[in-house]
């Protein structure tokens, strides 16, 4: 035992070996030209330790990377060597150790494994008569990862965890890259924010490598922040509302216009989400805090965000019309194989085929390889009509997985724990509606979203249903 009360994850002769294989491998480091990574033996014990005893922790981090994706990789030599990745295969190692080893068994229960796993198999299926291989390998191997961070969050978020630690580990690492966004885009920092030095429009990106991903980020931890606004205690209320403001502020400072739109229909969910506060004795104050709001944003927004935004219906614009060239191609190519698709992730390939035909981007501004821009659009071409039949089951048994969890605690008197699965359902929601106008199928609060939607109905009480009475 440690003295925190952990068990450790290993024997004490294990450990031992461990500890002499350490040791020696810290001193051939030393003799060596690499005698700074002498640490580095003793640093990653310490760390996979940690993890055995609280592998939590590494899920936490796992989380809080999500919206500082251009910063997670560990090494300019190998790319796709990132910190998620890393703990990843750690924490699979431990889960491992447990099951194999101290013959625990993992908390995996979940309704959706049925249609995920059939999306799989139809996406295999796809992959063998697929032409682009290497595309729909590449895809595949995507999808197993996804399907690996789905189940870690099934087994690691505890009920403790989902009430408490885990939205604030989203929303404070959401709001950090906002800050950071705010930063660069005042202090023309780029790294922080894009076309700093350029002619093109200055963006903030905070830690995130694009825009639109960016903000996608951002408006995921709103309904959360808005839940702390609400039901917090002390401090969180204050500085959720701070946050709140911060987030919309870096919202702005993206100039995205997916962004915007989706911001718009954020606000919607919003006011449905919460309708119990619009009774007389609120309107007041809701017009009041709405009315500031509205002001302050008219002070803080650059004129170019209003005009940026104004090009959302010009057809003349090169990223507007072009959509319409993305549904053009994805219905050629759905047409072409509709039932398993073209294989997983070859939307790029069927662009790059009508590009070299000369059905679209003619001219100097053609680029052979574009996602379609739509997640939905992408499924579609990818695995056909029966990939995005049960990646449709699967969102919608997540959304009636909150739905019903949130019924239950309110029929119990849990305001603040429904309007926690709430929070988490809306946020959901604004991932989904932004997925038509961005192609990104593994962006983690999709995965970790339906995870949360299982964990919601666990953690819920069972309620008794009473016999009727004549």
Same mark, same amino acid.
């Given at each position: 035992? /440690?003295?925190?009360?952990?068990?450790?994850?290993?024997?004490?002769?294990?450990?031992?070996?461990?500890?002499?294989?350490?040791?020696?491998?810290?001193?051939?480091?030393?003799?060596? =030209?690499y005698y700074l990574l002498a640490p580095v033996p003793a640093l990653a014990l310490l760390v996979v330790l940690l993890l055995g005893c609280k592998p939590q922790l590494g899920f936490y981090l796992m989380l809080f990377s999500i919206p500082i994706d251009?910063?997670?990789?560990?090494?300019?030599?190998?790319?796709?060597? /990132?910190?998620?990745?890393?703990?990843?295969?750690?924490?699979?190692? +431990?889960?491992?150790?447990?099951?194999?080893?101290?013959?625990?068994?993992?908390?995996?229960?979940?309704?959706?494994?049925?249609?995920?796993?059939?999306?799989?198999?139809?996406?295999?299926?796809?992959?063998?008569?697929?032409?682009?291989?290497? @595309?729909?390998?590449?895809?595949?191997?995507?999808?197993?990862?996804?399907?690996?961070?789905?189940?870690?969050?099934?087994?690691?978020?505890?009920?403790?965890?989902?009430?408490?630690?885990?939205? *604030?580990?989203?929303?404070?690492?959401?709001?950090?890259?906002?800050?950071?966004?705010?930063?660069?885009?005042?202090?023309?920092?780029? !790294?922080?924010?894009?076309?700093?030095?350029?002619?093109?429009?200055?963006?903030?990106?905070?830690?995130?490598?694009? =825009?639109?991903?960016?903000?996608?980020?951002?408006?995921?931890?709103?309904? !959360? #922040?808005?839940?702390?606004?609400?039901?917090?205690?002390?401090?969180?209320r204050l500085l959720a509302v701070a946050l709140f403001g911060l987030n919309a502020l870096a919202l702005v400072l993206t100039f995205s216009r997916g962004g915007a739109l989706n911001f718009a229909v954020l606000l919607a969910l919003l006011f449905w989400?919460?309708?119990?506060?619009?009774?007389?004795?609120? +309107?007041? #104050?809701?017009?009041?805090?709405?009315?500031?709001?509205?002001?302050? @944003?008219?002070?803080?927004? =650059?004129?170019?965000?209003?005009?940026?935004?104004? /090009?959302?219906?010009?057809?003349?614009?090169?990223?507007?019309?072009?959509?319409?060239?993305?549904?053009?191609?994805?219905?050629?190519?759905?047409?072409?194989?509709?039932?398993?698709?073209?294989?997983?992730?070859?939307? +790029?390939?069927?662009?790059?085929?009508?590009?070299?035909?000369?059905?679209?981007? *003619?001219?100097?501004?053609?680029?052979?390889?574009? =996602?379609?821009?739509? @997640?939905?659009?992408?499924?579609?071409?990818?695995?056909?009509?029966?990939?995005?039949?049960?990646?449709?089951?699967?969102?919608?048994?997540?959304?009636?997985?909150?739905?019903?969890?949130?019924?239950?605690?309110?029929?119990?008197?849990?305001?603040?724990?429904?309007?926690?699965?709430?929070?988490?359902?809306?946020?959901?929601?604004?991932?989904?509606?932004?997925?038509?106008?961005?192609?990104?199928?593994?962006?983690?609060?999709?995965?970790?979203?339906?995870?949360?939607?299982?964990?919601?109905?666990?953690? @819920?009480?069972?309620?008794?249903?009473?016999?009727?009475?004549?």
């Open positions: 035992m /440690t003295s925190g009360g952990y068990s450790l994850p290993i024997a004490q002769p294990l450990l031992m070996g461990l500890l002499v294989l350490v040791g020696g491998s810290a001193a051939l480091l030393l003799c060596t =030209p251009q910063y997670r990789t560990l090494s300019a030599t190998f790319p796709s060597l /990132t910190l998620t990745k890393v703990l990843g295969i750690l924490l699979v190692a +431990i889960l491992c150790f447990r099951v194999v080893v101290q013959r625990q068994r993992l908390p995996l229960k979940s309704k959706l494994w049925a249609p995920l796993g059939l999306f799989l198999v139809v996406n295999l299926l796809a992959f063998l008569f697929t032409r682009y291989p290497e @595309t729909a390998m590449n895809e595949l191997r995507q999808i197993v990862t996804a399907l690996v961070f789905f189940a870690l969050a099934l087994v690691l978020i505890r009920r403790q965890d989902f009430f408490g630690a885990v939205p *604030k580990v989203i929303v404070l690492s959401i709001s950090l890259g906002a800050l950071l966004s705010l930063y660069g885009y005042v202090f023309n920092d780029p !790294l922080f924010a894009v076309h700093v030095d350029a002619g093109s429009l200055k963006r903030g990106v905070g830690a995130s490598n694009d =825009p639109n991903l960016f903000s996608l980020s951002l408006l995921f931890a709103m309904p !959360l #922040l808005l839940h702390y606004a609400l039901h917090g205690r002390g401090l969180w989400e919460h309708r119990k506060y619009l009774r007389p004795r609120y +309107i007041g #104050l809701l017009a009041s805090t709405v009315m500031a709001a509205a002001m302050i @944003t008219l002070l803080l927004t =650059p004129a170019a965000y209003w005009e940026r935004q104004r /090009t959302v219906t010009d057809t003349s614009d090169s990223s507007i019309s072009r959509r319409m060239d993305y549904i053009v191609v994805a219905w050629d190519a759905f047409r072409d194989h509709p039932l398993l698709g073209s294989g997983p992730g070859t939307f +790029i390939d069927c662009w790059g085929e009508a590009v070299v035909a000369g059905k679209v981007e *003619k001219g100097e501004s053609r680029n052979y390889r574009r =996602p379609a821009h739509n @997640t939905y659009l992408e499924v579609l071409v990818g695995s056909g009509v029966l990939g995005l039949g049960f990646y449709l089951l699967v969102v919608l048994w997540a959304l009636q997985a909150f739905v019903r969890s949130q019924g239950v605690l309110l029929r119990e008197g849990d305001e603040s724990g429904a309007s926690l699965v709430g929070a988490f359902k809306v946020a959901f929601l604004s991932v989904l509606f932004y997925f038509l106008i961005l192609s990104a199928f593994y962006h983690k609060f999709f995965w970790v979203s339906l995870a949360l939607s299982q964990l919601a109905l666990h953690f @819920t009480p069972r309620v008794e249903v009473e016999p009727c009475r004549a």
